[in-house]
């Protein structure tokens, strides 16, 4: 195969700053000779290269949005999509690992936490000395987080934290948890470092998709936690929530990404694959697929950068983000989904990239509200009734 070919049928490298298409450029070039080479036997292996995460922080992707005097790179929204769409265009398993750090973690950091808690982590999780992960979904409560079991209760100057979190990114390899419980007062977050006695995070096995990330569950018994790492603005349902907004708008351009990496696979190969004695490019029937698939992403794009500005002039709402999650991961999965076809008996092989992606979006389609409860908040936005009951 040649060298990636971005699709920009609408001329929308106009549309970005010179700085935002450095970044891109940055992450692409690294995605492709330091990620790529290595994922093939990460996802057979089922393990994630750690070794990777200081190129990572050097690259500037923890957080990027994060302001400088905390040690992020104090970049725009537009760029950090940019940079999401690129790491998922090498595995959305690697997007979800900064996605994770960046928008689960240290989002929480800096809108809930104390001056005090930020000085203390945002720069260690932005050069990645320390990994953090986020429990919030348990093994009975993912798409309402709201009937959340785990429990802190307070006992002097600390809470004991106790419950079970499930499918939780990178807890395993994670320094510092964000936890979400219930108590007295409601739902409340804390930064709980994983070497606490009583804390625990077995990695959950056996997956057949994102095998190139970490996922854990996460166990608390009497975790001791001093009242000084609870998140002193991280109270109610709507704090967990505005961290998963952050982390969708990525994945908004994380699915064009994974998207845009399957359509250069098929394309490429549809034009050199001989079938009846001409390429499949040349049969009306490939053709058809081609073209659907570049207008889809072509709309995914647009969506993408329009969300991206609107986010950059703090007007973007939910609804808009639950709008383009929900359409872009389903772009990726059907663009995976016809290029896998397209690819014959080689879709099933991991020596090309589209079915690892196709097998991936499946987690991203259900993880950070699945694709039918943004159905129901955008039903809910246009009617004003809400339906999830
Ligand atoms: C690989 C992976 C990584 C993850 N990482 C994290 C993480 O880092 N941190 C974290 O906290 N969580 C994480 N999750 C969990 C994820 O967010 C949840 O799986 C997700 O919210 C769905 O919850 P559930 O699995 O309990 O499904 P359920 O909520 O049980 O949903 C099952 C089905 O019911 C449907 N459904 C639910 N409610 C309604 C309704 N009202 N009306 C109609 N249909 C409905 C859903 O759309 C779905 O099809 C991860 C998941 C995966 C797979």
Known sequence: MEAFQQLDFFALEDQYSEEELMVRDAVREWVGERFLPLVMEHFENGTFPMELVPELAELGVFGPTVPEEYGGAGMNSVAYGLICQELERGDSGLRS??????????????????????????PRLASGEVIGCFGLTEPDFGSNPGGMLTTAVRDGDDWILNGRKMWITNGTCSQMAIVWT???EGIMGFIVPTDLPGFSAPEQKHKWSLRASITSELVLEDVRVPNRLRLPEGNGLKAPLGCLSQARYGIAWGGV????ACFDEGLQYSQQRIVFDKPLAGFQLAQKKLADMATDITMGQMLALRLGRLKDEGRVTAQQVSMAKRNNVK???DVARTVRDMLGANGISLEYQTGRHMLNLESVSTYEGTHDIHTLAIGHELTGLPAYR
């Open 97 to 122: 690992f900064v996605s994770v750090q960046g928008s689960l973690v240290m989002y929480p950091v800096l809108a809930y936490g104390s001056e005090e808690q930020k000085r203390e982590w945002l």
């Open 257 to 260: 990404g994974a998207a845009l």
């Open 182 to 184: 219930r108590g007295e």
């Open 331 to 333: 772009l990726g999965l």
